[in-house]
């Protein structure tokens, strides 16, 4: 719904213009004054204003020179009782964007603000395109090749700004993070993203906060409420595990996708929704289908583009750099001075699985950063449940363990920091550490035999 400021101190005009707006469905506020439509324009966010010149107080150029400095983007009509060609240029150069003159034609008027709205909404347009190239995923960290797809599918999807999208993974990859990075490099991330997490809520209570009500739709419904579907007007809506919604919510959230439209409950009045839906799940829906526990048209709605995100097992070369994104996270929260992390570290957390994927792996550095004293993080500060925190090669004090030992440090505090680098220099360490062996080298770090070999390769470390 566009809305429209009109200031006028003549109250024919003002009503005139108002019950014509509001029938051509925008949203009206009126002023007789230009200052008390100035103290509310940031609240009204109007998309056009019409402004009478002559007013009491202060007179329309002011005005107009007021609104356009604090927001250029609203359209400014103005209106004048006296055709002089003097004040119309006067107000076409503080920035109005066209003018009627009194008596007018309603109908006139209204080309005008439609012509308007279209402007500021182009330049609204061009503002947030701006704003989103500004706005990287630079908080979404990886560079394994399952994460530069990810990265390409959501900059995609970002841009048609209406396709549902449905993001999988497991516990901790990331979902939640993804839907909000396709939110604000939208369109439409200036408008609210608002998320519900489905399994938090019982049936009845997830219906009332989708939906909202209307006082007396059920015992304890006194006033008016409304549904977070509502509030996402224009913005975004994430639907966090959604594997876990009952089938009739389902229907009734499959409705308001193909209609675009919701009564609140105990309503009648259907009420029009623009937003992007966006679910995630740690279940496999498909499977959901087919035991009958979720509606397969709802997962075709959902399922217009997907983001399948990656367990963290599955994509080590992101490991590394996600534990120097969480160093430095932390040096700066709990203000320490941590500047890298020593081979043993970086064994452990090469070799564990991660069933809590990025999660467990933040919550692991948090801990040793909490409880470290040194600047490098040492096998003695990590703790992983169930991991194997003992070195592959069981001879503790081989020479070639002893050196390999924590002497290779990422410095990750340099600006210089790159990662190639650094796992140059830990594999060449590791190397020369091994005598040249690969399999040992592989043990030291452990990692794989192929592994090393393909590190190796990929580094270009090895001759040909
Ligand atoms: N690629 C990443 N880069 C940086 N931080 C990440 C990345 N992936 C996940 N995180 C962080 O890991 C934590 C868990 O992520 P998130 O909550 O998005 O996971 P999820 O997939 O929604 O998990 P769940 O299914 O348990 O709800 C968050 O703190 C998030 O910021
Ligand atoms: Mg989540």
Not at 66 to 78: A, F, L, S
Not at 159 to 170: A, D, F, M, Q
Not at 398 to 420: A, C, N
């Amino acid at each position: 719904m566009y809305s429209i400021q009109i200031i006028d101190d003549d109250k024919n005009v003002l009503s005139a213009l108002g019950d014509f707006f509001k029938e051509e469905l925008y949203e009206v506020f009126q002023y007789e004054s230009g200052e008390m439509a100035l103290e509310n324009l940031n609240q009204d966010l109007p998309n056009v204003i019409l402004l009478d010149l002559k007013l009491p107080g202060l007179d329309g150029f002011s005005i107009l020179e007021e609104i356009k400095k604090q927001n250029p983007e609203i359209q400014v009509i103005i209106i004048t009782g006296t055709v002089d060609i003097n004040t119309a240029v006067k107000a076409m150069k503080l920035g109005a964007m066209d003018y009627v003159t009194k008596p007018f034609n309603l109908d006139e008027v209204s080309v005008l603000v439609e012509k308007a709205v279209q402007t500021q909404q182009s330049f609204e347009h061009l503002a947030l395109l701006r704003k989103k190239q500004e706005h990287s995923f630079s908080d979404i960290i990886g560079s394994s090749r399952a994460m530069k797809d990810v990265f390409s599918t959501i900059q995609q999807i970002a841009l048609s700004s209406r396709t549902s999208v449905l993001i999988t993974g497991e516990t901790g990859t990331g979902k939640e993070l993804v839907a909000r990075a396709i939110h604000h490099s939208s369109d439409r991330s200036q408008k609210p993203f608002v998320e519900v997490n489905c399994s938090a809520f019982n049936e009845n209570l997830l219906e009332s906060e989708l939906f909202g009500y209307e006082p007396g739709a059920f015992t304890g419904a006194r006033t008016r409420k409304k549904g977070l579907l509502e509030m996402a007007h224009g913005g975004t809506f994430f639907l966090d595990e959604i594997g876990e919604m009952e089938l009739s919510l389902q229907s009734k959230i499959l409705k308001v996708i193909e209609e675009k439209s919701l009564r609140r409950i105990g309503g009648v009045k259907e009420i029009n929704i623009d937003t992007r839906i966006i679910s995630a799940t740690s279940k496999d829906l498909i499977d959901e289908v087919s035991n009958n526990n979720f509606r397969k048209d709802l997962f075709y709605r959902l399922n217009v583009a997907r983001v399948e995100l990656p367990p963290l097992k599955n994509r080590d070369e992101d490991i590394l750099q996600l534990a120097i994104h969480f160093i430095k996270q932390y040096n700066l929260e709990f203000k320490k001075n941590v500047t890298g992390l020593d081979t043993e570290v970086m064994n452990v957390l090469m070799r564990h699985d991660w069933p809590g994927n990025v999660r467990e792996l933040r919550n692991v550095i948090e801990r040793a950063m909490l409880y470290q004293k040194g600047q490098v993080l040492g096998l003695e500060d990590i703790s992983i449940m169930n991991a194997p925190l003992k070195r592959i090669d069981t001879n503790e004090n081989s020479d070639e363990i002893k050196q390999g030992r924590g002497i290779v440090t990422l410095d990750i505090l340099s600006g210089e920091f790159s990662l190639v680098e650094s796992e140059k220099s830990i594999y060449n360490k590791a190397l020369e550490v091994s005598g040249g062996v690969q399999s040992k080298a592989a043990d030291l770090l452990g990692i794989s035999r192929q592994r090393i070999n393909y590190k190796l390769k990929t580094l270009g470390l090895l001759g040909d």
